[in-house]
């Protein structure tokens, strides 16, 4: 598969997994439900697109979490970066459960 059709499935997947009600509601701990309000508003303006680094411009956000990709016949894993994720969401990043953040 070419690189940037890669890049698009990436960002696809990572944004779908984000978009798991119960992904929202428990990738970071201990959050109130103001919080979370809060962190689902972040989560669906960073899908949208609404959320683009300065110094990378387009560069998709989502593509700026992911720590590692694993490719194996039929398979993809995807891991995001706790900081990455953490800085997004604007909480420390101990606060982010280390559950979420790899999937297949």
Known sequence: MPAPELETL???L???HLS???IKAS???SASTE????IT???TALIAGESHAEDQPGISALL???????IAPGKIQISIATKAIAECLT???ARISEDHLSFV
């Open 10 to 12: 990436v960002a696809d």
């Open 14 to 16: 990572v944004g779908r």
């Open 20 to 22: 798991v009600p119960s």
């Open 27 to 29: 990738i970071v701990g």
């Open 35 to 38: 919080e979370t309000a809060d």
């Open 41 to 43: 508003q972040r989560i």
């Open 64 to 70: 700026r979490l992911i720590e590692k990709v694993q």
């Open 91 to 93: 909480v420390e990043p």
